[in-house]
């Protein structure tokens, strides 16, 4: 016989409602990852007043289904060709030189270093590292 205070619990949430659960769990952060992404593009747009930019956001944040999708179908020519257009991006030109001035500059300090150890354990001179080091950073 078991005690009075023991309860049995039976809970009926089967398997599949769980599923269910965690679409729309994802579906809703999705949802909101979208709007909150639709609102800083519209701060981005530089080609948009003002006014403009308040009357999109008033439009996202109070009707956000039709404001979003209306967005994106009015405006996403104009996203795409300014994403390709725009100097931040990791493929601007700016990016591309940067990586290869932070490339060249690890570069160069490996080879000093080996330079270093060479002229460290004796098989280089002093003058012939000086030359090496100087025709690396030069």
């Not at 981005?44 to 999708?69: C, M, N, T």
Request: charged share 20%; hydrophobic share 50%; glycine share 6%.
């Amino acid at each position: 016989m078991r005690p009075q205070a023991e309860v049995d619990v039976k809970v009926n949430y089967p398997l599949f409602d769980i599923f269910l659960t965690m679409l729309w769990f994802f579906v809703w952060c999705l949802w909101i990852f979208l709007v909150v992404w639709t609102i800083i593009l519209i701060f981005r747009s530089h080609d948009l007043s003002g006014w403009a930019k308040a009357g999109w956001l008033l439009f996202v944040i109070f009707i956000p289904l039709i404001g979003v999708v209306a967005y994106l179908v009015v405006r996403g020519a104009h996203l795409a060709e300014e994403q390709a257009t725009d100097p931040t991006a990791p493929q601007g030109e700016a990016y591309r030189a940067y990586s290869r001035a932070e490339a060249r500059g690890s570069h160069s300090a490996d080879e000093i270093s080996k330079l270093a150890d060479l002229r460290d354990r004796g098989v280089i001179t002093d003058e012939e590292f000086q030359k090496g080091k100087v025709q690396l950073l030069g």
